[in-house]
């Protein structure tokens, strides 16, 4: 039976016959895995999730996470199916052997990891932020913190958050307020509320390890004064024992529009529910060195950022895979040119308009599908890199398109997820299908790690213009030889290949038109617009990327794929031109809007 959670056929030509990710074993750091480990935990992951993460799926989503006051309750679902995750040791595909990991590849990690946001976003979040909060730790902890904390997170026992926001401060962390007081045994007391922490309570597991950004009493104002603290639900003895509850403590649950089964916390640190040594304040410990916590939590932000962007794009694949089952099997109406109105209905997608958001949604998600798995391709190879200048270029590559990454299929999938709804008809505003749930669960990834506008902020002005233009014709010239491989190809891929490059062509010059504006308000106003144009150019090339590989072959999967790519250059790309004519223009609506006037 052909699956609509994800295609597995998919997945499999965008590693193998695309990517090639055998090829990574020639890199001693994979060099034990192999074509047979891939395609086994692939199976692995696509069962797991079929049996035990998507069948509650419409549960989670109805039956939300209840907090009593005291504690937060989850239907037991949830538990079950993490228990099953742990057990199959997914925790550290890709963490080194020394401590228990696979050292898989992240491309092929996150091809698996992709089966488990497709089922089930709410309950696979639980786990992927405890992966994430582990890696930092690994990264940047003692060792005393990786046994003490690591390794029962890994082992499925204890739980991770990530603990950034405040009521008052929201994306802007330099504004946090929660203190950190010294005491006399060399921990710290923390003091403060934070708030949208997603997995921030719960009784699933022995313990919540709290990732938190906190100052110290003679911190320098902004980032600069952040520095990043442990601060365990309840503390955990020399022996790894669990001991006494710390003073970490809920105001409150929030209540959101999607990703219910996640719950999303406003937890007080210090607050004095409970008094851990008998004195005020949370117990928290240091990690790494004092006022270098924002970068130490960047470590595990911006491989967020790639995981919201794939989250983003297997909640709109999934959707997009209901929504053709549904038009293959809804009968209404019958052809244009049908003689006879008592003719037997046909399934609707038979009818063009229906076939034209079927495309769209196929040209988005298996664009954006591409362009994640091409990123944590960039991960692995600038973690295996072979000397600095290779380091150095595919750094510089995936730094650009992470904010494009994270932010494009976040925006497109919203669109892809709300054309799902409309083939459904009336049936996709009902809660008795899955695409309006998915809907809603895809409205909060504009949001997570970094809204659509931060992200923008961030391409045009750190990534780009900040490198003096180093990234974007690193970009360009990746594009550029893509380019030249699909004109060898002639006729469709080379037609496609001449409209991707005037598209770059005319990005570069837009671009330096930006830079030449002279005032930093101008140039940044409408940086939304352009993290829009550069998105559909790079996702543009992910298209290119995958005709070449398509080649000649034939059948029905390639016979899709040009279909979606063609749909892609002649519907979507010419969008960009009006996006950059308004970039050109340097229009100061925007700065010229006065709060009065609305």
């Known amino acids: 039976m052909t699956s609509t959670i994800l295609s597995a056929r998919d997945l499999q030509f965008l590693l193998f016959e695309w990517l090639d990710v055998e090829q ?25 999730a079929t049996e035990h993460f998507a069948p509650h799926y419409r549960k989670s989503d109805t039956e939300e996470p209840v907090f009593d006051g005291e504690k937060v309750r989850l ?37 698996c990891m992709a089966w488990f946001t497709a089922a089930n976003i709410g309950t696979a979040a639980y786990s992927f932020l405890t992966m994430a909060n582990a890696s930092l730790l690994l990264a940047h902890g003692t060792p005393n913190q990786v046994e003490r904390y690591v390794t029962p997170m890994l082992e499925g026992r204890f739980f ?13 962390l330099g504004d946090v307020v929660t203190r950190a007081v010294p005491a006399d045994d060399g921990t ?10 997603s997995g921030g309570d719960h009784e699933m597991g022995d313990n919540i390890v709290h990732l938190v950004l906190a100052k110290l ?17 309840h503390l955990v003895g020399e022996d790894g024992s669990i001991g006494e509850r710390n003073d970490v403590a809920l105001a409150g649950i929030n209540h959101k529009l999607g990703n219910r089964g996640t719950v999303n916390t406003a937890p007080v640190f210090g607050g004095g529910a409970h008094t851990p040594g008998g004195a005020p304040g949370a117990v928290g410990y240091l990690v790494g060195e004092p006022g270098k916590g924002l970068s130490y939590m960047f470590h595990m932000m911006n491989a967020a950022r790639l995981g919201v962007g794939m989250s983003a ?23 244009l040119t049908a003689p006879d109105p008592t003719a037997p209905q046909v399934p609707i997608i038979e009818h063009a308009d229906v076939r034209r958001m079927l495309l769209a949604q196929k040209s988005y998600v298996e664009g954006a599908l591409a362009l994640n798995l091409y990123c944590s391709r960039l991960l692995d190879l600038q973690a295996t890199a072979r ?92 594009i550029a030889d893509t380019v030249g491989r699909a004109r060898d190809l002639g006729e ?77 250059f002649r519907w979507e790309l010419p969008k960009v031109g009006p996006m950059l004519d308004l970039l050109a223009s340097g229009d100061t609506t925007t700065l010229e809007m006065r709060d009065a006037w609305f």
């Open 313 to 335: 794009t297997t909640t709109a694949y999934t959707a997009y895979l209901k929504s053709l089952e549904y038009a293959r099997s809804r009968p209404q109406g019958r052809r």
């Open 492 to 568: 469709e891929p080379a037609a496609h290949a001449d409209a991707l490059q005037a598209a770059v062509d005319r990005l570069g010059e837009v671009t330096l038109a930006l830079a030449g504006l002279g005032d930093p308000e101008r140039t940044m106003a409408n940086a939304t617009v352009y993290l829009e144009a550069a998105g559909h150019v790079v996702v543009a090339w992910m298209w290119l990327e995958q005709l070449v590989a398509v080649g000649e072959r034939t059948g029905d999967f390639y016979d899709g794929k040009r279909a979606a790519a063609r749909y892609f």
């Open 387 to 478: 000397d600095e200048e290779e380091r150095t270029e595919t750094g510089r590559l995936l730094d650009l398109l992470t904010p494009i990454a994270k932010s494009w299929p976040s925006q497109w999938g919203q669109e892809s997820n709300s054309l799902a709804i409309q083939v459904l008809g009336g049936s996709g505003y009902t809660r008795d299908y899955d695409v309006e749930a998915h809907w809603r669960d895809q409205r909060l990834n504009p949001i997570h790690e970094g809204t659509h506008g931060i992200q923008a902020l961030d391409l045009l002005g750190r990534k780009v213009l900040g490198g003096g233009g180093a990234a974007l014709m690193a970009l360009a010239a990746r």
């Open 160 to 172: 991770g958050t990530m603990t950034l926001s405040e009521p008052q401060a929201g994306s802007s």
């Open 75 to 111: 239907i037991p679902e949830i538990e079950a199916a993490l228990t099953k995750f742990a057990e199959a040791d997914l925790l550290g595909l890709t963490l080194d052997a020394e401590v228990g990991g696979h050292q898989l590849p992240n491309v092929v990690a996150s091809a």
């Open 24 to 48: 990574l074993a020639e890199r001693p750091r994979f060099a034990e895995h192999d074509r047979a480990t891939y395609d086994a935990l692939l199976a692995l992951c696509e069962q797991l």
């Open 188 to 197: 710290f007391r923390i003091f403060g509320s934070k708030m949208w922490i």
């Open 217 to 233: 009493p003679d911190a320098a104002p902004g980032t600069r004064g952040i520095s990043l603290f442990v601060v365990p639900k």
